[in-house]
Nanobody
């Protein structure tokens, strides 16, 4: 059974940090680029970051540049999103998604179930 499972979300104060994980089972992530998306209440889903198959290429939404870092450990079949200097506007459900290709084409083909991140004092 193919599964993508996000973890690491939670409640954090503004300025705090969280590290999200996206672990795959039933298939190998290292053939594909991987995305992180997020969806805040009442808003459309937006792309946060993407990492290519071998990690040589990454991109970030302007709103998270300099604060978030995407990485991957193909040996562990896991992708991470380190989130620092969190702001209340980062509050959202965060999803990882497998790209259709080995590079960040922006075409997700498979989604995880999401993990809630809440930034509040």
């Amino acid at each position: 059974q193919l599964q993508l499972v996000e973890s690491g979300g939670g409640l954090v104060q503004p300025g705090g940090s969280l590290r999200l994980s996206c672990a795959a089972s039933g298939f190998t992530l290292d053939y594909y680029a991987i995305h992180w998306f997020r969806q805040a209440p009442g808003k459309e889903r937006e792309g946060v970051s993407c990492i290519s198959r071998r990690g040589g290429s990454t991109n970030y939404a302007d709103s998270v540049k300099g604060r978030f870092t995407i990485s991957r450990d193909n040996a562990k079949n896991t992708v991470y999103l380190q989130m620092n200097s969190l702001k209340p506007e980062d509050t959202a459900i965060y999803y990882c998604a497998v790209d259709k290709y080995s590079y960040c084409s922006g075409i997700p083909s498979y989604w995880g179930q999401g993990t809630q991140v809440t930034v509040s004092s």
